[in-house]
Protein backbone atom coordinates (compact mmCIF):
# COMPACT_ATOMS: atom_id res chain seq x y z
CA UNK A 1 0.00 0.00 0.00
CA UNK A 2 1.54 3.39 -0.97
CA UNK A 3 1.36 6.74 0.98
CA UNK A 4 2.84 9.70 -0.16
CA UNK A 5 3.91 13.47 1.59
CA UNK A 6 4.89 16.96 0.03
CA UNK A 7 6.45 20.00 1.30
CA UNK A 8 5.36 23.05 -0.35
CA UNK A 9 5.78 26.86 0.70
CA UNK A 10 7.09 30.28 -0.36
CA UNK A 11 8.64 32.97 2.24
CA UNK A 12 8.69 36.25 0.90
CA UNK A 13 11.18 37.13 4.05
CA UNK A 14 14.77 36.37 4.06
CA UNK A 15 15.17 32.85 5.40
CA UNK A 16 18.47 31.90 7.43
CA UNK A 17 20.47 29.17 5.81
CA UNK A 18 22.13 27.74 8.99
CA UNK A 19 19.90 24.66 8.45
CA UNK A 20 18.89 23.11 5.77
CA UNK A 21 16.27 20.04 4.77
CA UNK A 22 17.98 17.38 2.50
CA UNK A 23 16.36 13.86 1.47
CA UNK A 24 18.02 10.55 2.52
CA UNK A 25 20.40 10.82 -0.53
CA UNK A 26 21.57 14.02 0.69
CA UNK A 27 19.78 16.05 -1.81
CA UNK A 28 18.30 19.35 -0.83
CA UNK A 29 14.88 20.10 -0.49
CA UNK A 30 14.92 24.04 -0.97
CA UNK A 31 12.59 26.39 0.84
CA UNK A 32 9.44 26.25 -0.57
CA UNK A 33 9.79 22.75 -1.61
CA UNK A 34 7.47 19.87 -1.87
CA UNK A 35 8.57 16.25 -0.14
CA UNK A 36 6.35 13.18 -1.19
CA UNK A 37 6.09 10.54 1.28
CA UNK A 38 3.84 7.47 0.16
CA UNK A 39 2.25 4.89 3.24
CA UNK A 40 2.72 1.32 3.51
CA UNK A 41 2.02 -1.17 6.08
CA UNK A 42 4.77 -1.36 8.73
CA UNK A 43 5.63 -4.63 11.13
CA UNK A 44 6.75 -2.94 14.63
CA UNK A 45 7.07 -6.42 16.09
CA UNK A 46 6.46 -9.12 13.05
CA UNK A 47 3.35 -11.15 13.58
CA UNK A 48 2.63 -9.04 16.46
CA UNK A 49 2.46 -5.23 16.08
CA UNK A 50 1.84 -3.65 12.86
CA UNK A 51 0.89 -0.09 11.69
CA UNK A 52 0.26 2.31 8.29
CA UNK A 53 2.70 5.09 8.04
CA UNK A 54 3.96 7.68 6.00
CA UNK A 55 7.59 8.30 7.04
CA UNK A 56 9.56 11.35 6.52
CA UNK A 57 12.63 9.78 5.38
CA UNK A 58 14.02 13.66 5.76
CA UNK A 59 17.11 15.04 7.50
CA UNK A 60 17.99 18.76 8.83
CA UNK A 61 21.46 19.68 8.25
CA UNK A 62 23.80 22.04 9.91
CA UNK A 63 25.45 23.98 7.32
CA UNK A 64 28.08 25.80 9.45
CA UNK A 65 31.51 24.92 10.46
CA UNK A 66 30.32 25.81 14.16
CA UNK A 67 27.34 24.08 17.01
CA UNK A 68 23.83 25.29 15.77
CA UNK A 69 20.67 25.54 17.92
CA UNK A 70 17.77 24.60 16.19
CA UNK A 71 13.39 24.19 16.83
CA UNK A 72 10.83 23.70 14.12
CA UNK A 73 7.22 24.93 13.76
CA UNK A 74 4.91 21.98 12.05
CA UNK A 75 1.49 23.08 11.33
CA UNK A 76 -1.03 20.23 10.07
CA UNK A 77 -3.33 21.47 7.06
CA UNK A 78 -4.92 18.68 6.06
CA UNK A 79 -5.21 14.98 7.73
CA UNK A 80 -8.07 13.01 6.87
CA UNK A 81 -7.50 10.09 10.05
CA UNK A 82 -5.30 9.17 12.31
CA UNK A 83 -2.32 11.04 13.75
CA UNK A 84 1.04 12.64 13.10
CA UNK A 85 4.00 11.89 15.29
CA UNK A 86 6.59 14.40 15.07
CA UNK A 87 10.02 13.88 17.22
CA UNK A 88 12.47 16.75 15.80
CA UNK A 89 14.43 17.89 17.12
CA UNK A 90 14.35 16.20 20.78
CA UNK A 91 10.69 14.87 22.03
CA UNK A 92 7.85 12.82 20.80
CA UNK A 93 4.75 14.88 22.28
CA UNK A 94 1.76 12.10 22.73
CA UNK A 95 -0.32 14.42 20.56
CA UNK A 96 0.49 17.13 18.18
CA UNK A 97 -1.77 20.27 18.26
CA UNK A 98 -2.77 22.01 14.79
CA UNK A 99 0.09 24.53 14.76
CA UNK A 100 3.09 23.02 17.10
CA UNK A 101 6.01 24.88 18.26
CA UNK A 102 8.82 22.27 19.74
CA UNK A 103 9.27 23.82 23.08
CA UNK A 104 12.80 22.67 23.44
CA UNK A 105 15.86 23.35 21.62
CA UNK A 106 18.05 20.69 19.59
CA UNK A 107 22.21 21.14 19.70
CA UNK A 108 23.88 20.12 16.54
CA UNK A 109 27.56 20.12 16.17
CA UNK A 110 29.01 21.38 12.62
CA UNK A 111 27.64 19.89 9.31
CA UNK A 112 25.45 17.47 11.77
CA UNK A 113 22.45 15.53 9.62
CA UNK A 114 19.80 14.69 12.30
CA UNK A 115 16.80 12.79 10.93
CA UNK A 116 13.03 14.59 11.01
CA UNK A 117 12.18 11.33 12.91
CA UNK A 118 8.30 11.89 11.88
CA UNK A 119 5.38 10.23 10.20
CA UNK A 120 1.97 10.78 9.23
CA UNK A 121 0.24 7.44 10.81
CA UNK A 122 -3.20 6.94 8.98
CA UNK A 123 -6.35 4.84 10.09
CA UNK A 124 -5.60 1.92 8.30
CA UNK A 125 -8.14 1.27 6.00
CA UNK A 126 -9.18 4.81 5.81
CA UNK A 127 -7.98 6.19 2.84
CA UNK A 128 -7.07 9.56 1.90
CA UNK A 129 -4.61 12.53 1.87
CA UNK A 130 -2.59 14.81 5.03
CA UNK A 131 -0.47 17.69 4.56
CA UNK A 132 1.91 19.41 6.63
CA UNK A 133 4.12 22.80 6.37
CA UNK A 134 7.42 22.63 8.51
CA UNK A 135 9.62 25.33 9.21
CA UNK A 136 13.11 25.05 11.01
CA UNK A 137 13.84 28.00 13.58
CA UNK A 138 17.12 28.59 14.34
CA UNK A 139 17.78 29.36 18.24
CA UNK A 140 20.65 30.89 20.23
CA UNK A 141 21.90 30.78 23.56
CA UNK A 142 20.38 32.66 26.08
CA UNK A 143 21.78 31.44 29.15
CA UNK A 144 24.56 29.30 29.88
CA UNK A 145 24.97 27.07 33.62
CA UNK A 146 28.54 25.54 33.78
CA UNK A 147 29.05 25.84 30.23
CA UNK A 148 26.16 23.98 28.96
CA UNK A 149 23.28 26.09 27.58
CA UNK A 150 20.17 26.30 29.76
CA UNK A 151 18.01 28.84 28.12
CA UNK A 152 17.34 29.83 24.09
CA UNK A 153 15.46 32.20 22.46
CA UNK A 154 14.74 32.34 19.21
CA UNK A 155 16.95 34.01 16.23
CA UNK A 156 15.73 33.93 12.72
CA UNK A 157 13.42 31.50 10.70
CA UNK A 158 14.97 28.70 8.40
CA UNK A 159 13.70 27.31 5.49
CA UNK A 160 9.80 25.85 5.21
CA UNK A 161 8.78 22.79 3.10
CA UNK A 162 5.12 21.54 2.67
CA UNK A 163 4.81 17.82 3.21
CA UNK A 164 2.07 16.15 0.91
CA UNK A 165 0.81 12.96 1.86
CA UNK A 166 -1.63 10.29 0.33
CA UNK A 167 -3.15 6.81 1.91
CA UNK A 168 -4.55 5.47 -1.17
CA UNK A 169 -6.54 2.23 -1.83
CA UNK A 170 -4.33 -0.14 -3.43
CA UNK A 171 -7.45 -1.71 -5.75
CA UNK A 172 -7.85 2.18 -7.28
CA UNK A 173 -6.41 3.37 -10.58
CA UNK A 174 -4.64 6.07 -9.16
CA UNK A 175 -2.39 4.64 -6.38
CA UNK A 176 0.72 6.24 -6.32
CA UNK A 177 4.28 4.57 -4.91
CA UNK A 178 6.61 7.02 -5.55
CA UNK A 179 8.32 8.66 -2.52
CA UNK A 180 11.16 11.10 -2.07
CA UNK A 181 11.72 14.86 -3.39
CA UNK A 182 9.22 16.26 -5.28
CA UNK A 183 9.94 18.70 -8.16
CA UNK A 184 7.65 19.89 -11.19
CA UNK A 185 8.29 20.52 -15.00
CA UNK A 186 5.67 22.66 -16.87
CA UNK A 187 5.30 23.14 -20.93
CA UNK A 188 3.22 25.59 -22.33
CA UNK A 189 1.36 24.59 -25.50
CA UNK A 190 4.02 25.09 -27.72
CA UNK A 191 6.58 22.94 -26.15
CA UNK A 192 8.57 25.61 -24.35
CA UNK A 193 9.91 24.47 -20.76
CA UNK A 194 8.91 27.32 -18.40
CA UNK A 195 9.38 25.54 -14.94
CA UNK A 196 12.46 23.25 -15.24
CA UNK A 197 12.84 20.71 -11.84
CA UNK A 198 10.53 23.67 -9.84
CA UNK A 199 9.02 24.22 -6.93
CA UNK A 200 5.01 24.28 -6.34
CA UNK A 201 5.41 28.06 -5.65
CA UNK A 202 6.75 28.39 -8.55
CA UNK A 203 4.26 26.52 -10.92
CA UNK A 204 1.54 28.83 -8.83
CA UNK A 205 3.46 32.15 -9.76
CA UNK A 206 2.90 30.96 -14.03
CA UNK A 207 0.45 33.57 -15.57
CA UNK A 208 -2.39 32.53 -16.81
CA UNK A 209 -3.12 29.89 -19.74
CA UNK A 210 -2.78 26.37 -20.78
CA UNK A 211 -0.45 24.24 -19.59
CA UNK A 212 1.35 20.97 -19.43
CA UNK A 213 2.36 20.06 -15.95
CA UNK A 214 4.95 17.56 -14.90
CA UNK A 215 5.59 15.39 -11.69
CA UNK A 216 8.60 14.21 -10.84
CA UNK A 217 9.16 11.96 -7.78
CA UNK A 218 12.83 11.08 -6.64
CA UNK A 219 13.85 11.55 -10.45
CA UNK A 220 10.48 9.75 -11.44
CA UNK A 221 7.67 11.28 -13.43
CA UNK A 222 4.49 9.89 -11.91
CA UNK A 223 2.05 11.90 -13.53
CA UNK A 224 1.32 14.30 -16.33
CA UNK A 225 -1.79 16.65 -16.93
CA UNK A 226 -2.92 19.30 -18.34
CA UNK A 227 -3.58 22.33 -16.62
CA UNK A 228 -5.50 25.82 -16.61
CA UNK A 229 -4.27 28.57 -14.56
Not at 126 to 133: E, H, L, N
Not at 187 to 215: C, P
Request: charged content about 20%; glycine content about 8%; hydrophobic content about 35%.
Amino acid sequence: MAFMACFAGAGAQTVDNTFRFVDKNGNEIPDGGTYTAVAEKVDLIPGILSRVEAKFDIFVENTTSDVAYVGARVVTEEMSSGALQFCFPVQCPPTVPADYTTPETGTMTAGERKSLQSEWMPTEGVYGSARFTVQLRTMEVKEWNDGIPSKYSFKANGPKITINCIYADPTGIDDVNATGLTTYNVYDMSGLKVVDNGTEAEVQALDKGLYIHETVIDGKRVAVKKVVR
